[in-house]
Structures are given as C-alpha cells and as structure tokens.
C-alpha cells in the first residue's frame, strides 16, 4: 500500500507509476508569492486576517508586527504553473512584491511600502478546481492525498483521518467510487460525504476557485 503525498511532486510521481489515466481533475505545480510587511502601528497586534477578492490579496499578521501579504490569483495576474517545482525561484520578484504590497496600501492606506521586496515564493500542488483529491487510484494499493492547492494546511488535522477511512475501506473491498465513503468528525458529528474528494468527481463550481478554496 502507498500514498502519494507528494505535494508538487505529486503529479510527476503519479505519471511514473503510470497513473492518472482516469483523473477527471487536473493536478500541477503552481508557483506562488507570500510578501512581508511591516504592520501600521495604529493596528498594534491586533490585526485581523483580511481575504480581499476585489484587490486579490490576502493578509494576515506575523510575528513582531508584521504582516504577510498574498495573492488570491486575480484574473489580472499571469499564473505561474512550472515544470519543475525543484528548480522554482524562492526569491520574491519586484513586479509581484510591488502589485501585491500596493494593493495592500489600498486596503490599508497608512501601509508603508519598502523599497526592496522581502517575503518568500513556493509551489503549490493545485488541482483544477482547487479542490484537494483524497482518493483510491485505479491501480490497487496506490492513494492519492494531492491537489492541496495552498489551502489544505487548514484541513492538515484531519487528512490523516480522512485517508485512513478511505485505505481501511478500499483494502476491506468497499467500492468507493460508486460507493463513496463518509466519514464522522469526531468533535462535531458532521458527516462528510469523502467523494467530494474523488479524482473523477466533476469540477467543483462552488469554490472561491483560488487558494482560499
């Protein structure tokens, strides 16, 4: 039995073993930039988390009074899909830093904007739709935990147990593609159908479609 969980490897590793062949969600490595700030001081340490769809940023506090600022993949903006996600620059650029840190200012007017762009760039493994794929493979004993897409780390808790479910029950002989299996969170008792998570579920039209998910 194997996962594959190999962030923006995922896709590569997939087409080595020869899987794939029936995803209907395309999967592939997206490079992204996350720019440091600091913080107006009228805002002390009390920053609220700020998701800006109509700027197409995001903003959320770090540590010593800064902020970090991210993109939320306006239209305007080219996205970056790469080859190879070992070779991706983790250099901020100016272009990006300049866009992303401006467009904070007009959320936040009293933001300063340096002269010289600070922050840092990694690969996203975005799915299509940006819709993580916690899923069997056609290939008996091969999973899939990919498509993350930048979001998942708020879900990273509960992945593992989402997976369990799906393994314990594909290995069992349950039929998860036309059967998919549910799952109970244990603090909530909210059931959750996992074939929302499918490799061959249609796109998800009711997603943000960006990396809030």
């Not at 930039?33 to 609220?48: I, N, Q, S, T, Y």
């Not at 340096?114 to 739709?129: F, H, L, M, T, W």
């Not at 819709?131 to 498509?147: C, H, K, L, N, Q």
Request: one cysteine or more; a negative charge.
């Amino acid at each position: 039995m194997l996962v594959n969980a190999a962030g923006p490897w995922s896709s590569k590793l997939n087409r080595l073993a020869g899987i794939g062949g029936d995803f209907t969600v395309e999967v592939a490595p997206l490079r992204q930039e996350v720019h440091h700030v600091p913080a107006p001081l009228r805002l002390g340490d009390d920053v609220p988390i700020i998701a800006d769809a109509d700027l197409g940023i995001y903003v959320r506090p770090d540590a010593g009074g800064n902020l970090l600022i991210g993109g939320t993949e306006p239209a305007c903006d080219p996205l970056e899909w790469i080859d190879d996600p070992g070779a991706a620059d983790p250099n901020p650029t100016v272009a990006r830093f300049e866009a992303q840190i401006l467009r904070g200012a007009r959320r936040l007017p009293d933001l300063g904007v340096p002269n010289r762009p600070r922050g840092i760039a990694g690969v996203y493994d975005a799915a299509s739709d940006r819709t993580p794929i916690y899923d069997r493979t056609e290939s008996d004993g091969y999973f899939v935990a990919m498509g993350t897409s930048g979001n998942q780390f708020k879900n990273a808790p509960l992945v593992g147990s989402l997976m369990l479910a799906i393994i314990e029950g594909v290995m069992r002989g349950h039929d998860h593609d036309a059967d998919p299996i549910t799952f109970t969170a244990p603090h909530t008792g909210h059931r959750i159908d996992l074939g929302a998570f499918s490799r061959k579920r249609p796109l998800n039209s009711v997603t943000s479609g960006t990396v809030l998910g």
